[in-house]
């Protein structure tokens, strides 16, 4: 019985492991690396959830285009790892952000987080910019 168990234990194992690589997903297979995209709005909520913390802006890019932008980043363990919190992200209520990354290759108003640089010259970069 102890061997039944054991041999449970570790299909489950193999099957979580196997679930997570597959919602996984590189950078540059959402994003287009060799592009950027600059947003400026006001911070209106973030996620700080796994597998990625997803940052929403409202406001408008470079090119004029406005609404709600999703941006994603990093992983909370890597956030953590750097000392950066959820409420250091988000900054003062109200404040008007800048944000440069990589647009979504198909095109929704979703980005690839780089930078978020806030009014008072401070910002966090949460990724090389590799371009």
């Not at 790892?81 to 008007?96: C, I, Q, V």
Request: aromatic share 6%; proline share 3%.
């Amino acid at each position: 019985m102890r061997q039944a168990a054991r041999v449970a234990v570790l299909a489950a194992g193999v099957v979580l492991a196997s679930t997570t690589a597959f919602t996984h997903h590189s950078v540059s297979g959402q994003f287009d690396t060799s592009k950027k995209v600059t947003i400026t709005g006001v911070i209106s909520k973030i996620d700080w959830v796994n597998p990625h913390i997803y940052v929403f802006v409202d406001g408008k890019d470079d090119t004029g285009a406005s609404g709600q932008w999703a941006l994603e980043t990093v992983p909370t363990a890597m956030a953590r790892k750097a000392k950066l919190t959820k409420d250091a992200m988000a900054g003062n209520k109200g404040e008007t952000v800048t944000v440069a990354g990589h647009p979504a290759r198909d095109g929704r108003k979703s980005a690839w987080i780089l930078r978020i640089t806030y009014p008072d010259g401070r910002f966090v970069q949460l990724s090389a910019d590799r371009n």
